[in-house]
């Protein structure tokens, strides 16, 4: 059984708020929830959407068509309607707010009235929101399908999530961040636990700012993350440079969205793939990795602060925004790689340096420092294979392989079923995992990517020699997400 709601209204009308009751209380009854987010830039008016998608079985995609759609105004029809199932229902109703179509939502899927005011207990005006509620709950007698109660025992959250409270398992002491859409829940997560779990969040003036405290607090011997988006992550690489050479140990969240520029502000895209990986100038160290899901934005950030603090480098964590604010239900309990803190009392500089940590310019300790640095990177591609850097689903044996990375894992997984195809992700994008290299070789090689020029295809063919036939390429550019039936048509057509 799958099933999906889409909720449409004007910004301000609360759809994400309906959105994210009913996914709570899907979740509670041991359900499998993903939603995503579709909103413009614009605080009032406009037209937003989400698309809830629940399942007895694990989730984290929507597909093309829905099975219900919650109408908070006329204009959620008009664009809509056509991708209503057929026998699939609208509900709507002039002049009534979000909790009225709670209330006939929780009805039409058998869910309990009780379930849903204990929902409404977690919001601001209980007594009001409860009465609108009732409304809509004894107005609906149609029954759309009906939700029993599951034996899962399941988290809801979405990549901002996941990332936080890696950070906060690692024992982050400081995060510093200038507001940029998708990154800026993060620091919302943090703030809200900052005296609970003893840490600091600092929203700083701009992004030049954030990164330039950032790499202040990490020399103090403080374990320090920062965030932003492409556009902020564009006005931080002169400092990022400044970590290469003065071994900084420092975290940076790069949660990605379409440009160049401002772009298309709130949508998603892949497309700072090359920005993470050749940012600054001269050459340096760093670690670029990728999460798929939140829990992997757990558990790949915990590693972040591992190699930030074992090497003293910038440590790249690649999101973006279906990823960074869909909403996922997973299951309980990441595994969590612990840090010590590394930073050592020195001098640090900007320049290279002697023994002492002042500046030189002789040619012979250039060349100790530089040798010194590539050889720091082969100790970092050493201890990278200690850890997961892809991941292999489907059949192994297929001759048809689907390289993928990042937020398109859930379209790509929850499509997987009776394709006959070797699923690869790539974790680790800096160091590249060499050992991928074995899995793709002779094979009939599907990319799907968030870009218009197939990033990762290129990065493959970089470190590997293997390339990928552009017919053999799916790429998505429209600042939307993969869906899960278009996908596995896509797949299809160029498997052999």
Known sequence: MRFSILFGGKAGQGVNV??????????????????????????????????????????????SQVDMIIALDENTINLHKKELKKGGKIIEKSGEGNMYFAGRIFKALCIEFKVLEEELKELKFFEENLKEAKEGYEETN?????????????????????????????????????????????????????????????????????????????????????????GGFDLMTES?????????????????????STGVATYTAQGDLDLARHSGHGEFNRLVIAPGDPKECEEL???????????????????????????YTEDKNAIITPSKKSTSLKRY??????????????????IKNVDARLKKGKEIEKEAERFEQYKIYGNKNSKNVVLFWGSTKGAIL?????????????????????????????KNII??????????????????????????????????????????????????
Do not use: W
């Open 142 to 230: 149609e029954v759309m399908c009906k939700v029993a109660l599951k034996k899962n025992k399941l988290n809801f959250a979405n990549g901002n999530m996941g990332i936080s409270e890696g950070a906060i398992k690692s024992g982050i002491d400081i995060y510093y961040a200038y507001p940029m859409t998708p990154a800026t829940n993060v620091m919302g997560e943090l703030a809200e636990k900052q005296i609970e779990k003893n840490h600091i969040v600092i929203e700083l003036e701009s992004e030049v700012a954030v990164i330039n405290a950032g790499i202040g607090s990490a020399i103090t011997g403080a374990k320090t993350m920062i965030g932003t988006s492409g």
């Open 301 to 327: 950030t915990s590693q972040a602060f591992y190699f930030s603090q074992k090497f003293g480098i910038p440590v790249i964590i690649l999101s973006d925004k279906h990823l960074a604010e869909g909403l």
């Open 349 to 366: 500089n900007s320049y290279e340096v002697d023994e002492f940590g002042c500046a030189t310019e002789d040619a012979k300790q250039i």
């Open 240 to 260: 990022l440079s400044l970590t290469g050479v003065a071994d900084v140990p420092l975290v940076i969240y790069l949660a990605s969205r379409p440009g160049p």
């Open 447 to 496: 990319l799907v990517e968030n870009t218009a020029t197939g990033q990762l295809g290129k990065l493959l063919a970089e470190k590997t020699g293997i390339f990928i036939e552009d017919k053999n390429k799916i790429l998505r550019y429209d600042g939307r997400p993969f869906l899960a039936d278009e996908i596995k048509e896509e797949i299809r057509r160029r498997m052999k």
């Open 18 to 63: 309906l959105s994210n009751i009913l996914g709570n209380a899907l979740t509670k009854k041991g359900y499998y929830v993903f939603i995503s987010r579709d909103y413009q830039s614009l605080i009032r008016g406009g037209h937003n959407f989400n698309v809830l998608t629940f399942s007895e079985e694990k989730i984290a995609s929507n597909d």
């Open 414 to 442: 929850d499509a997987m079923e009776n394709i006959d195809a070797k699923f690869v992700q790539v974790l680790y994008l800096e160091p590249f995992p060499m050992k991928i290299k074995k899995e793709l070789e002779g």
